[in-house]
């Protein structure tokens, strides 16, 4: 299953961080950011977090709220989020109920192995449940920037 730009963001309620607890519902009204990562603590997945963490202030100003995702266990995501001082939700989605909704579990390869893995994907949602744009395949370097660009336009419209 996946979403396109235009869908209704599917459901979620996750564990997150900081013994919080996230939900499409939660958000109802306002628009935020939900984004996919492989796992906690890798160097492209610590860029990813720390480049949103320094897009918060702004993000924040225009009314907008992030939240990642991974398949890690809330231990890990934890320790993450302790070291890196990230203050948004990181949440913890261990079944990939929440990855495969959003078609983030996709086949992916390495040394010509096939496996199953989370694709690096955003989601900025709209305060109507939308998906207000969506970025698949993401590359690291600009792309929190790319992405507060994105919402602060939604925000004006």
């Not at 519902?25 to 990562?37: D, N």
């Amino acid at each position: 299953m996946s979403v396109a730009e235009g869908d209704q963001a599917p459901d979620f309620t996750l564990p997150a961080t900081g013994g919080r607890t996230v939900s499409r519902a939660g958000y109802k009204g306002r628009p935020f950011i939900l984004y996919f990562y492989p796992k906690a603590d890798t160097p492209g997945c610590t860029k990813e977090a720390c480049a949103f963490q320094e897009a918060l202030p702004a993000l924040g100003g225009i009314g907008i709220d992030v939240i990642g995702v991974s398949k890690d266990k809330m231990p890990a995501l934890e320790k993450f989020a302790a070291k890196y001082n990230l203050a948004f939700p990181l949440a913890s989605d261990e079944s990939g109920a929440v990855v495969e909704a959003f078609g983030a579990w996709v086949e992916k390869s390495m040394y010509g192995r096939k496996y199953m893995g989370i694709d690096r994907s955003t989601f900025l949602v709209g305060a109507d449940g939308r998906i207000a744009k969506a970025w698949r395949g993401v590359k690291v370097p600009g792309h929190a920037k790319a992405v507060m660009n994105a919402a602060a336009a939604l925000q004006k419209a």
